[in-house]
C-alpha cells in the first residue's frame, strides 16, 4: 500500500484533518479525480 505517498501529501495537513482528507481521497480516487474537479 503506497502509505508513504498518502502520508507525505498530507503531512502539511494535520493529523486529524489528514484522516478526514485520506478517507474522502480515497473516495475522490475512485470517483476519477473527483478532488481534482473540486479544486
Do not use: C
Not at 503506497?2 to 480516487?29: G, H, W
Request: charged content about 40%.
Amino acid at each position: 500500500m503506497p502509505k508513504d505517498k498518502k502520508v507525505k501529501t498530507k503531512s502539511n495537513l494535520s493529523s486529524m484533518q489528514a484522516v478526514t482528507y485520506s478517507r474522502e481521497f480515497r473516495k475522490a480516487d475512485r470517483a476519477g479525480g473527483f478532488l481534482d474537479n473540486r479544486k
